[in-house]
DNA sequence: TGAATATATGAACAATTGCTCATATATGGA
DNA sequence: TCCATATATGAGCAATTGTTCATATATTCA
């Protein structure tokens, strides 16, 4: 067996749990619904209702989505008024989104 | 309703299929076989025999996950002796893995 | 405080997914 | 041509996922 594969194969065997991390991410990338959410909020910051208006799903489906986008630190939260808005955690989230445009449109 | 954001949700509307095509790549990448296989491709071509080694995955395993690849296009192959090897179709993908590395490890 | 409203949650269900096991297919080389 | 080997494939199954429906929770504001 070639020395540099073997060595490749001993670095991905060694971080398991760091491909189960990253595909984890992506998995969360991987539903139409959250990216589209994720998208949404990339343009602005919105509160359930309006996510939920805007692109035409249910509420309680959004916030079960909302919930999986926070416990993976995806998007946080603040109140305002009666409204909870939502927002993107941080700018890299934007970044992976328009990695995986670009693929498509290439 | 604010006029910018009404845009947004017209944007995504009309590019529903979009959305359907980007989710499903980050699909792929959404399970830790298939990324350790494109990770692994990224590295170094490698036939079917080799990565199921390499990554103590099952050969029907593997190949069934090659099959999932190679549908979306995201590797290419060519026989070499009795072996067909398996390779990355661009290097974008490799861009789209980083991205998501990075994020992980913030 | 009480009603109205916004959001969250749980159970249930259908659909999808990734694996295994068995076996088919196809190619190279003797 | 025939055998050995490499890869592909299909059925079946358990696990996971995303939605809906019903309802709970919580906060604002009158």
Redesign the interface.
Known sequence: M?N??SR??GA??RN?E???????????????S???IL??LT??D?CVS?ISE???ITQSAVSHQLRILKTSNLVKTRRVGKNIIYSLA?Q??K???D????????
């Open positions: 070639d540099s594969i490749i194969q991905i065997t398991s760091l491909f189960e991390e990253v595909s984890d991410l992506f998995k969360i990338f991987g539903d139409s959250r990216l589209k998208c949404a343009q602005s919105m309006e805007f692109l035409s941080d890299h989230i970044t992976i989104i990695c995986g445009m670009e693929h498509v449109s290439e």
